[in-house]
């Protein structure tokens, strides 16, 4: 009974939060972008069924209140990634542990549980998925895409400053072509800070079955680079498969953005000001965005150079004389 009940009012708040976009008010922004939270918290800690749960009462609810466009809208973009991500933390597998000694009891079996570099890279998965469907409502081809955004802009600029929204044509344009790639950027962002924040509710409240992971030594699977390459390569086609590779390189550099911030978190452990340097590096990042490049070049330096394991072996003592 309590398990259905928590999994009710997880979907029901992240229903509400999904649907307060509604209102317009710019607090249901930011209330829209925290809407998996809730079945988040759920699936981490009370387990994936009952994010399922939650997200499919929620899903029915939005669709018989709103119609099948916010059923299916809420069921790609919140109930599916929190159910799948929370899933994942979730995963581990027994690994065998050395023998002990035969005076010894016999050890409990170790957990390996799923790489945060894997995570992350579910995390792009999703935040594709998610752009690429919103996109697809605007239109089936790049021309109709395109134009429908750029009328977009165009309307909200001319409520605002008509004068100005007949100057701003090429501003528009320019700010057309960089808006998916932008919007990934976004759901990037806003499903990992709701994995983070979700993960962190449940291990103060105790209910976090896994250690918490050494954010440190995040990395992505080796192919990842290959992906990101082939990626690149398609976003000079053209047309439609142009932005969905445009969309899928955004996602790719901001997983390796991340896993820039783990490089620059672990070369800086010998540095007596460390707090200092990673303060200024997150306040500069967040504040004027565009530096977030040079935590993409770390991350696909580290994943070609490989800057950590050279700086941790260099850092480990000399071993013992033998003699």
């Not at 999904?18 to 759920?42: D, E, K, Q, R």
């Amino acid at each position: 009974m309590a398990f259905g009940l928590i999994a009710l009012i997880a979907g029901a708040a992240s229903a509400l939060m999904f649907a307060s976009i509604v209102s317009g008010a710019l607090i249901s922004l930011v209330l829209f972008y925290l809407a998996p939270l809730p079945l988040m918290v759920a699936s981490i800690g009370w387990g994936p069924l009952c994010a399922s749960l939650g997200g499919i009462a929620a899903a029915l609810g939005l669709g018989a209140l709103f119609g099948l466009p916010y059923c299916i809208a809420f069921a790609v973009t919140v109930a599916l990634p929190a159910w799948w991500l929370g899933h994942l933390v979730l995963l581990g597998r027994h690994v065998a542990s050395a023998t002990p000694p035969a005076t010894e009891p016999p050890a409990a079996p170790e957990i390996e549980w799923y790489p945060v570099g894997r995570i992350l890279l579910w995390i792009a998965g999703f935040a594709t998925l998610t752009t690429i469907a919103a996109l697809l409502t605007l239109g089936t081809d790049a021309d109709s895409i395109l134009g429908t955004l750029r009328r977009g802009l165009m309307r909200v600029l001319s409520t605002t400053d008509p004068q100005a929204a007949s100057e701003a044509g090429p501003f528009v344009d320019a700010l057309v072509r960089i808006a998916p790639a932008g919007a990934t950027i976004v759901a990037m962002m806003t499903l990992t800070l709701n994995l983070w924040l979700s993960a962190k509710v449940t291990a103060t409240s105790g209910r976090l079955r896994r250690p918490w992971p050494d954010m440190m030594t995040a990395e992505l699977p080796p192919m990842t680079l290959a992906a990101l390459c082939v990626a690149l390569a398609f976003c000079f086609t053209g047309g439609l498969l142009a932005i969905i590779a445009q969309i899928a390189t955004a996602a790719l550099m901001m997983a390796y953005a991340l896993t820039g911030f783990a490089v620059l978190h672990t070369l800086t452990l010998a540095l007596k000001s460390r707090t200092f340097w990673l303060g200024s590096t997150y306040a500069v990042v967040v504040v004027f965005g565009w530096p977030v490049i040079a935590m993409v070049i770390l991350g696909l330096a580290d994943a070609v150079f490989g800057f950590r394991q050279r700086f941790l072996r260099n850092r480990q003592p000399p071993p013992l004389p033998t003699s």
